[in-house]
């Protein structure tokens, strides 16, 4: 940790084996940085190196001078919470299945997401995921979640998950989201590769909407997604 002339601004970096990194841990660094430091603003920037070692960038700032703050503190801290993929993956699939069972789920999802799902997924994420997953291995074509983004570029942000067996193509899809009242801001694809599954289909949709509008839209979460896939599935007419 640097801090500038007057206290005015200080860089932090933060390196650790990439297995370790998270945007739950990077959100979390970036929160005892501003604690710690007495900042009120801070950016990042995350490089990945030629050894496999994340290293975050941080530059914290504030209203008045920055205090100093105590790098093995805050080092003990970090590594209090730095947790693997396979931590978080336990942590999510235990809070969801029986002890019985949660060996089998940590098999089958171990392997099934890419790096960049392991690196951004948080623990209620995975958990999610995992439900949806866990319908489309019992039987179900698509399975739709509804969430608050609590990490990466948009946090707060109202999104939308749809799992499919077979690709929706997006022509298909946002009409139908129109036909709900969301409006689409921007979308991304990934494959889920589940054992004795079709190559799944995820699509994730950030949608435009009020910060006071989101609490009455999840209230409702569970209409909505059931309404979705029934859409999807075909179920009902659209």
């Given at each position: 940790?640097?801090?500038?002339?007057?206290?005015?601004?200080?860089?932090?970096?933060?390196?650790?084996?990439?297995?370790?990194?998270?945007?739950?841990?990077?959100?979390?660094?970036?929160?005892?940085?501003?604690?710690?430091?007495?900042?009120?603003?801070?950016?990042?920037?995350?490089?990945?190196?030629?050894?496999?070692?994340?290293?975050i960038?941080?530059?914290?700032?504030g209203?008045?001078?920055?205090?100093?703050?105590?790098?093995?503190?805050?080092?003990?801290?970090?590594?209090?919470?730095?947790?693997?993929?396979?931590?978080?993956?336990?942590?999510?699939?235990?809070?969801?299945?029986?002890?019985?069972?949660?060996?089998?789920?940590?098999?089958?999802?171990?392997?099934?997401f890419?790096?960049?799902?392991?690196?951004?997924?948080?623990?209620?994420?995975?958990?999610?995921?995992?439900?949806?997953?866990?319908?489309?291995?019992?039987?179900?074509?698509?399975?739709?979640?509804?969430?608050?983004?609590?990490?990466?570029?948009?946090?707060?942000?109202?999104?939308?998950?749809?799992?499919?067996?077979?690709?929706i193509?997006?022509s298909?899809?946002?009409?139908?989201?129109?036909?709900?009242?969301?409006?689409?801001?921007?979308?991304?694809s990934?494959?889920i590769?589940?054992?004795?599954?079709?190559?799944?289909?995820?699509?994730?949709?950030?949608?435009?909407?009020?910060?006071g509008?989101?609490?009455?839209?999840?209230?409702?979460?569970?209409?909505?997604?059931?309404?979705?896939q029934?859409?999807?599935?075909?179920?009902?007419?659209?």
């Open positions: 940790i640097r801090i500038g002339e007057g206290g005015r601004f200080a860089f932090a970096f933060v390196a650790l084996p990439r297995w370790q990194f998270s945007e739950e841990l990077r959100q979390l660094v970036q929160d005892l940085l501003l604690a710690d430091l007495g900042g009120t603003y801070a950016d990042y920037g995350v490089y990945i190196d030629r050894y496999d070692n994340a290293v960038h941080f530059y914290v700032t209203v008045g001078p920055l205090q100093q703050a105590d790098t093995e503190v805050l080092r003990e801290k970090v590594l209090a919470h730095a947790r693997s993929w396979s931590d978080r993956l336990r942590e999510a699939v235990e809070s969801v299945a029986t002890d019985s069972r949660a060996e089998e789920l940590i098999e089958v999802y171990e392997d099934a890419n790096e960049e799902h392991k690196r951004r997924c948080s623990v209620e994420r995975i958990k999610g995921d995992v439900l949806c997953l866990e319908s489309l291995r019992g039987g179900a074509q698509v399975a739709c979640d509804l969430y608050v983004s609590e990490f990466g570029d948009h946090p707060g942000s109202l999104n939308l998950r749809v799992f499919s067996r077979d690709p193509n997006l298909r899809e946002l009409p139908v989201l129109t036909s709900f009242g969301f409006e689409v801001i921007d979308e991304y990934r494959d590769h589940v054992p004795h599954l079709p190559v799944i289909d995820m699509d994730n949709f950030r949608f435009e909407m009020r910060p509008r989101i609490g009455q839209i999840m209230v409702r979460r569970g209409n909505i997604t059931q309404a979705l029934e859409v999807f599935e075909e179920r009902v007419g659209f």
